[in-house]
């Protein structure tokens, strides 16, 4: 357990990890590029080691320079090196969904699992697409959800209609695997797709090692067949996600905060954090090469979250200290996270003695002074680091199991301590 100091305006430019949406996305073309390929700045984080062990049970050659944030990787040529593999995923959704679409490229029998909240997390959209494409993937329990089983002979591609309103992760999986195709894949969505912007960062990936996306906004992909990923360098930018918690202390406190190295080009949806406080009354602004917030007085919003998910979690803490409610809405995909991420962040708002009211879909956030309190997280790295903020201007404020960031910021707690000073 942790407790978090009160602190008094503050004032700091910050540099964030590399973006785990990229790092990992990275991963998967580097596997399947022909050559090397050279990751610099990569988050080196419970998640993309996770990714990278799987790498290496397949067979890959892979280097990681911890002190330096750079990962090589010779890849395979879309030729998965190994015919039989039993990977652990942990709760890794990203790596789940990934590795199951890219493992049907293989010649053999290879199995995918997690721990127990990885198997309550849904994958059966993801194995009737791959299936539809001519493979042969189930769900070893039959629930829908792993561990997956992929009996694999390659892909023979074609056209499938797949939702999007659950995860994009589905549709990144299969954009990701499609260069190595037998014939076109086409994949069609056949509603609104949530979380756009991360498949956005899949096709600049992709369009980065050497493969073309064709596209009719986000109603229709197409990959032709016979592309192929070339290695190269590839330099990963700051994690989007992992600045909002930076804003966030800076709308809470009434400070200024800079990040560095992520600016107003970048695909990353959470950057939108930004355009969010400034609808709640910060100051912001923007460059090509940093984002910054300065606090100003907090009021509630009516907002839409559909394309930024993972920084609902950070709002909440501001919320708390805003004049009028703030209405979340359409981020029922939440839901399926490493926690029902609704639920959770209700039950600690309460707990500190906000008023949240819970609905399908989203949250109202009813403002008042939080009290102290002991934080559940949940084994959710989300919960950890934004529930983590109430504490810069509340006393008391203690995160229980404070480890569970590992999952994608390793030393978020050390680096939300220097702007103490």
Same mark, same amino acid.
């Given at each position: 357990?942790?407790?978090?100091?009160?602190?008094?305006?503050?004032?700091? =430019?910050?540099?964030?990890?590399?973006?785990?949406?990229?790092?990992?996305?990275?991963?998967?073309? /580097?596997?399947?590029?022909?050559?090397?390929?050279?990751?610099?700045?990569?988050?080196?984080?419970?998640?993309?080691?996770?990714?990278?062990?799987? %790498?290496?049970?397949? +067979?890959?050659?892979?280097?990681?320079?911890?002190?330096?944030?750079?990962?090589?990787?010779? +890849?395979?040529?879309?030729?998965?090196?190994?015919?039989?593999?039993?990977?652990? /995923?942990?709760?890794?959704?990203?790596?789940?969904?990934?590795?199951?679409?890219?493992?049907?490229?293989?010649? @053999?029998?290879?199995?995918?699992?997690?721990?127990?909240?990885?198997?309550?997390?849904?994958?059966? !959209?993801?194995?009737?697409? %791959?299936?539809?494409?001519?493979?042969?993937?189930?769900?070893?329990?039959?629930?829908?959800?792993?561990?997956?089983?992929?009996?694999?002979? @390659?892909?023979?591609?074609?056209?499938?209609?797949?939702?999007?309103?659950?995860?994009? !992760?589905?549709?990144? /999986?299969? #954009?990701?695997?499609?260069?190595? /195709?037998?014939?076109?894949?086409?994949?069609?969505?056949?509603?609104?797709?949530?979380?756009?912007?991360?498949?956005?960062?899949?096709?600049?990936?992709?369009?980065?090692?050497?493969?073309?996306? &064709?596209?009719?906004?986000?109603?229709?992909?197409?990959?032709?067949? +016979?592309?192929?990923?070339?290695?190269?360098?590839?330099?990963?930018?700051?994690?989007?996600? @992992?600045?909002?918690? *930076?804003?966030?202390?800076?709308?809470?406190? +009434?400070? $200024?905060?800079?990040?560095?190295? #992520?600016?107003?080009?970048?695909? !990353?949806?959470? =950057?939108? *954090?930004?355009?969010?406080?400034?609808?709640?009354?910060?100051?912001?602004?923007?460059?090509?090469?940093? %984002?910054?917030? &300065? @606090?100003?007085? #907090?009021?509630?919003?009516?907002?839409?979250?559909?394309?930024?998910?993972?920084?609902? !979690?950070?709002?909440?803490?501001?919320?708390?200290?805003?004049?009028?409610?703030?209405?979340?809405?359409?981020?029922?995909?939440?839901?399926? $996270?490493?926690?029902?991420?609704?639920?959770?962040?209700?039950?600690?708002? $309460?707990?500190?003695?906000?008023?949240?009211?819970?609905?399908?879909?989203?949250?109202?956030?009813?403002?008042?002074?939080?009290?102290?309190?002991?934080?559940?997280?949940?084994?959710?790295?989300?919960?950890?680091?934004? *529930?983590?903020?109430?504490?810069?201007?509340?006393?008391?404020?203690?995160?229980?199991?404070?480890?569970?960031?590992?999952?994608?910021?390793?030393? *978020?707690?050390?680096?939300?301590?220097?702007?103490?000073?």
């Amino acid at each position: 357990m942790i407790e978090i100091k009160p602190v008094d305006k503050i004032n700091a =430019t910050v540099r964030i990890p590399g973006s785990k949406s990229y790092t990992n996305r990275a991963l998967i073309t /580097a596997l399947l590029a022909n050559g090397e390929t050279v990751m610099k700045n990569a988050l080196l984080s419970e998640d993309t080691r996770v990714m990278i062990s799987c %790498l290496g049970e397949l +067979g890959i050659q892979v280097d990681v320079l911890t002190e330096e944030n750079t990962i090589r990787i010779k +890849g395979c040529e879309g030729k998965i090196p190994v015919d039989r593999a039993s990977l652990f /995923a942990r709760n890794a959704g990203t790596v789940v969904r990934f590795m199951t679409a890219a493992l049907t490229l293989g010649n @053999g029998k290879y199995e995918i699992d997690g721990i127990e909240r990885m198997r309550q997390r849904p994958i059966q !959209q993801l194995i009737d697409a %791959l299936n539809h494409l001519g493979a042969d993937v189930g769900s070893k329990e039959g629930t829908g959800c792993p561990p997956v089983l992929i009996n694999a002979c @390659g892909l023979r591609g074609g056209t499938v209609n797949i939702l999007g309103d659950i995860s994009s !992760q589905y549709i990144s /999986a299969i #954009l990701l695997t499609a260069p190595y /195709a037998s014939s076109d894949v086409r994949i069609i969505v056949s509603d609104d797709l949530a979380s756009k912007n991360y498949v956005d960062m899949t096709i600049d990936v992709m369009d980065r090692f050497g493969v073309d996306v &064709e596209r009719d906004s986000y109603k229709e992909f197409t990959v032709r067949s +016979g592309q192929e990923y070339k290695g190269c360098e590839y330099m990963v930018e700051p994690d989007a996600s @992992g600045a909002s918690y *930076f804003f966030a202390a800076a709308a809470i406190t +009434g400070g $200024k905060v800079r990040v560095e190295g #992520l600016g107003d080009r970048s695909l !990353q949806g959470d =950057t939108k *954090f930004v355009d969010i406080l400034g609808k709640m009354g910060c100051r912001t602004a923007k460059s090509q090469d940093w %984002l910054e917030v &300065e @606090g100003g007085e #907090l009021r509630g919003i009516d907002v839409d979250m559909n394309e930024t998910p993972d920084v609902v !979690q950070t709002l909440a803490p501001v919320a708390a200290f805003a004049k009028g409610k703030t209405r979340i809405r359409n981020v029922k995909n939440l839901r399926y $996270k490493e926690t029902d991420r609704i639920t959770a962040i209700v039950n600690e708002l $309460k707990k500190v003695g906000v008023e949240a009211i819970e609905f399908e879909d989203g949250i109202e956030i009813v403002p008042s002074p939080p009290h102290s309190a002991e934080i559940s997280t949940y084994n959710d790295h989300r919960m950890a680091m934004s *529930f983590s903020l109430l504490g810069l201007k509340t006393e008391g404020i203690r995160i229980k199991n404070p480890e569970c960031v590992e999952k994608t910021f390793p030393d *978020f707690f050390e680096r939300l301590e220097k702007l103490y000073h």
